[in-house]
Antibody
Framework: QITVKESGPTLVKPTQTLTLTCTFS??????????VAWIRQPPGKALEWLAV???????RYSASLKSRLTITKDTSKDQVVLTMTNMDPVDTATYYC??????????WGQGTLVTVSS | QSVLTQPPSASGTPGQRVTISCSGS????????VNWYQQLPGTAPKLLIY???QRPLGVPDRFSASKSGTSASLAISGLQSDDEADYYC???????????FGGGTKLTV
């Protein structure tokens, strides 16, 4: 059974760096094609894809946020970490991580709400 | 403004069939596969359709999808009250080198 779960701060101040961790189980990065993606959803708004890291350490980022995002994986801990710099109130959203193999996001975590406010 | 265009709302009565459209371009839907997601109120999205028209295990066959050119559509037959949710389409975009989502369609039953 594949599970993914997001963790990180619920509140960050403007200009700070956000670090989110996705802890997973039920799969490994040893499988060709496997990846973990991050997607966010501002309150009452649509989904926005942020980044993905693949089994071979290839990484892709949202074109509009690329300069602020870094995604890494730690296979020894079964974790994927997303950092987003220079946080702004418009970045307030529920952040989801998701396992992907057959689609852009096959199994989603429950999400974690991050509020950006001073 | 989302790269993929969906109607903001759709509605139907129990037992009816409804369709939700998703319009894109040659850099996404026209050349890449389409996924559909269902987001029930207050919950995380769930994969409904992958590879244009494939259902994951456990997704009822009341849900089906198709694609033609740069547009895709999701059909829900035998509408149930439990189907009331937001529905999103998504696809890889070769020009942006990333995933694009539709703006979502709120289905009211």
């Amino acid at each position: 059974q594949i599970t993914v779960k997001e963790s990180g701060p619920t509140l960050v101040k403007p200009t700070q760096t956000l670090t989110l961790t996705c802890t997973f189980s039920g799969f490994s990065f040893n499988t060709t094609g496997v990846g973990v993606a991050w997607i966010r959803q501002p309150p009452g708004k649509a989904l926005e894809w942020l980044a993905v890291i693949y089994w071979d350490d290839d990484k892709r980022y949202s074109a509009s946020l690329k300069s602020r995002l870094t995604i890494t994986k730690d296979t020894s801990k079964d974790q994927v970490v997303l950092t987003m710099t220079n946080m702004d109130p418009v970045d307030t959203a529920t952040y989801y991580c998701a396992y992907r193999l057959y689609s852009v996001a096959d199994y989603w975590g429950q999400g974690t709400l991050v509020t950006v406010s001073s | 403004q989302s790269v993929l265009t969906q109607p903001p709302s759709a509605s139907g009565t129990p037992g009816q069939r409804v369709t939700i459209s998703c319009s894109g371009s040659s850099s996404n839907i026209g050349t890449k596969t389409v996924n559909w997601y269902q987001q029930l109120p207050g919950t995380a999205p769930k994969l409904l359709i992958y590879s244009d028209n494939q259902r994951p295990l456990g997704v009822p066959d009341r849900f089906s999808a198709s694609k033609s050119g740069t547009s895709a559509s999701l059909a829900i037959s035998g509408l149930q009250s439990d189907d009331e949710a937001d529905y999103y389409c998504a696809a890889w975009d070769g020009s942006l080198n990333g995933v694009v989502f539709g703006g979502g369609t709120k289905l009211t039953v």
